[in-house]
Every structure is written in C-alpha cells, then in structure tokens.
C-alpha cells in the first residue's frame, strides 16, 4: 500500500498498479484498459508515468467480477451465520467470550474495570488509565415528562429508549457529522466521542421513563453508568448492585457483527447522525430473536412462578411442543461465557432471592431437560432478578451496554468510507 504526501497513517485509499493488478486477478493491460473506460480511476503516483488507483473502485470492481464468476451464492451464505463479510478491529469471539480489541471482556468484567472506560476502549483502542473522560451534558434538551406522556404506563425500558433516543437527537443542533473526505471517510473527531459519552449517559437516566420520569433527572447526575441506570429504574445504588449492573453492561457491550450492529453499520454508511444510527440498533436490539429475548425469558421465568414450579414448567412447554428461549448460542456451543459470568454474579448478589431462585431453578431445569447451555439473555434476567428490578430491566441493560459496542461500530464505519449496499438476486416472474 502507498501513502500519499500529506496522507493520515491509516490504510491508503490508493493502491499501486501491480497491488490493483494483483487484487483483481487481471494484467497490467487489462488494468489499462479498465482506466481508460473509467471503470478505475487513477492519480499520478509520482514516479514516472506510475499512477495509483482508487481502493473503493478496486474493491467495487472484484465484487462484481465475483459475483459474476458464481461467488454471489456464497455471499448470500455468508449473511447467515457464514464467512465473515467485513474487517473490523472492534471485537472477536472467542471460547471464552467476546474479545474487545485483545481484552476479553468477561475477565474486564469479573475484573470490575469500568464500563465507561471499556466504552473508551472500543471508541478508541485505548483503555484508559485513570477515569474514563466525563460525561456531563449541561441538560438533556429535552424535557422527560414530555416523552413519558406519549408512552403508556408501565411501557419498558426498551420502548422508552426507543421513543427517546431520536427525541435527543432532534434537539442537538450539531448533531450531523462533517461531509466526508474525498476518499469518503469521516473521521471520528474529539467532538463526536463527547457526544457519544452524552448520548451513553442520556439512555441511562431515561430507561425508566415509562415508569417514573422524575428519576430521570436524578439519574443524570448520578456518577457512572451502572448507577444512573439503577436509579433511574427505581434500585438502590449499593456498591454490589453498581457492581453487579456494571459487569452486566460490560459484558454486553459489544458481540462482532450481530443483527443490531449491523444495522448501526448501515445507517453509519450512509452518513447518519449518531442518534439515528443508535435509533436503527435499538430498532433491530427489540426483535423476539435479538434483546426481545430477555423478555419472552422474564415470561419463562413468571410463568414458573416460584423454584418449585421451574421443573414443570419446562416439561410443560416442551410436550407443547413450545419453543424456549434463553439457551444455547451458535458461537458458543459449550456454554456462553458471559451468561456464567452473570448467573454467578447474581447468584453472589442475592441468594435468597425469591426471584432469582426460580431463574437459577429453570437454568437446572433445561439442565436436566437436555437443553444447551444458558445464554447471554438468561444471565441478564438473573442479573435482573437479584436486584428486583421492573419488568423490561434486562432488555434496557442489553441496549445501554451495547450502545458502546453500536457507537463504536458506527465510528468505524464512517472511517471506513464506503455504503453498504449490498445487491439482492431478484427471483420473481
């Protein structure tokens, strides 16, 4: 790869010939050709009569030579579960749980670093030594009660975030980043993080919007994330209660190229303010198959009543013939890292918890059942359990926690500086 004078240090835009020759599979004559017609475009490359080609035309080029030579099948494949489809440096998966940016996440949380300095490390590869920089909106802009009128009484965390996180957003003026360069990348400025570190605090003080909006300011003055959450779902703020809801966040913040970080990456591609790329992950986070997980589980776990109860009720389902949720992860087929993680921090929290007592039961109920191991939703309902939180609870921990992995998604995206656009095979008269 060839930097250009004046060029930033990440990845050139610009390639050589022989590396455009090479990456498209053709002759230096074909390549020729390919610039005459301007299918490629070229700039001097400051040796003779040598140019360098545009990285995007080249990758633009191969897909659609790949395509052509069969290959669609297998990206079509590769979007269910398949191949990888893109680079990022954010997170890997691991057999001991997800990897954010070489630090697994299940030993920073076990660990009890931060979750507002772990936000750090994924926003910018550095985890910081000392406190993660402050997040301190002067306001929120907006006025909670405002919002809590247009939502039903009791509505959960999750719709409540859903109706206020676009609200934040059409009340920051200077919401919309930059025009992209000429290479289309928009770079990630100081700015920009400051306006994710609101953004992070903002969702934590509203959570509980749909059960008591005048927590909201409260929780927004509150230190940390863990407890602006507690507080504004109506918890005490204990050292355990903050500890327990910070490793439940940490853990949750970031999990490769899910449903809802996709999403976030294709509104990032676009150019989209941060808000709405956050809007489109809690849209995606709210699917029965994605966070709305945790709540057919909280159903499980309400259907069973009490302990005694859990051993039957799975048995019931499944001579229904119903499915259960809350087992078992494609990426994990020994057991979820993260979900022991939770169970045993909550298990730690509150063992005498009626709630959670009936959740530990049906987590030896499946066991027992044959059924896999508990998944990342189950431990967030624990979690949820042992430190009596409302209904709803365990799907706004999902979403606040990983609005830090959404974030860091859509900042590299931007960097990256291409739309995702993918191409459908129309199979229709």
């Known amino acids: 790869m060839v930097d250009l004078p004046g060029s930033d240090p990440r990845p050139s835009a610009y390639v050589t010939g022989a590396e455009a020759a090479a990456l498209l599979g053709v002759k230096r004559e074909t390549l020729y050709a390919y610039a005459s017609r301007g299918v490629l475009r070229g700039v001097p490359g400051g040796r003779g009569r040598a ?17 052509r030579a069969g290959h669609g099948p297998v990206a079509a494949e590769a979007l269910r579960w398949g191949e990888p489809v893109l680079e990022s440096a954010l997170t890997a998966i691991g057999p001991r749980g997800p990897v954010y940016r070489g630090k697994e996440a299940v030993a920073l949380a076990l660990a009890d ?5 772990v936000a750090e490390l994924l926003w910018t590869g550095e985890l910081p030594e000392g406190d993660a920089p402050p997040a301190r909106p002067a306001r929120l802009g907006l006025r909670p009660a405002k919002i809590a009128a247009l939502l039903p009484d009791g509505a959960p965390p999750l719709a409540a975030l859903a109706l206020a996180v676009p609200a934040l957003g059409a009340h920051d003026a200077a919401r919309h980043v930059g025009a992209p360069s000429g290479d289309g990348r928009i770079p990630t400025t ?8 609101a953004l992070v605090r903002s969702m934590a003080a509203l959570v509980g919007l749909g059960r008591d ?3 909201a300011a409260a929780a927004l003055e509150a230190e940390g994330t863990p407890r602006r959450v507690l507080i504004a779902l109506g918890a005490n703020p204990t050292k355990k209660a903050e500890r327990a809801v910070n490793r439940a966040l940490l853990i949750s913040a970031d999990h490769e190229l899910n449903a809802s970080a996709f999403a976030v990456r294709v509104a990032a591609s676009t150019g989209a303010d941060l808000y709405a790329c956050v809007s489109a992950g809690i849209a995606a986070l709210s699917g029965p198959r994605h966070g709305g997980v945790t709540e057919r589980v909280e159903a499980l776990v309400a259907e069973a009543g009490r302990p005694e109860r859990a051993a039957a009720t799975v048995h019931e389902r499944l001579r229904r013939g119903e499915p259960i949720v809350g087992c078992g992860h494609r990426l994990y087929p020994d057991g979820d890292p993260r979900a022991q993680a939770l169970l045993e921090t909550a298990r730690a929290l509150a063992p005498q918890s009626a709630a959670l007592r009936t959740v530990l039961a049906l987590v030896d109920a499946l066991r027992d059942a044959g059924l896999d191991p508990p998944s990342l939703d189950l431990g967030l309902v624990a979690i949820s359990a042992a430190l009596g939180l409302p209904a709803g609870s ?3 921990l999902f979403a606040v926690g990983r609005a830090a992995g959404w974030i ?13 656009r993918p191409r459908a095979r129309y199979t229709g008269p």
């Open 51 to 67: 140019r360098l080609y545009l990285r995007a035309d080249i990758e633009r080029l191969k897909a659609r030579h790949d395509a």
């Open 113 to 117: 670093v931060p979750f507002d300095a």
């Open 190 to 197: 100081d700015a920009e993080r400051a306006r994710a570190r």
């Open 213 to 215: 909006a005048r927590a």
């Open 394 to 396: 365990a799907a706004a």
């Open 408 to 420: 860091a998604h859509a900042f590299e995206q931007r960097e990256a500086g291409y739309l995702l």
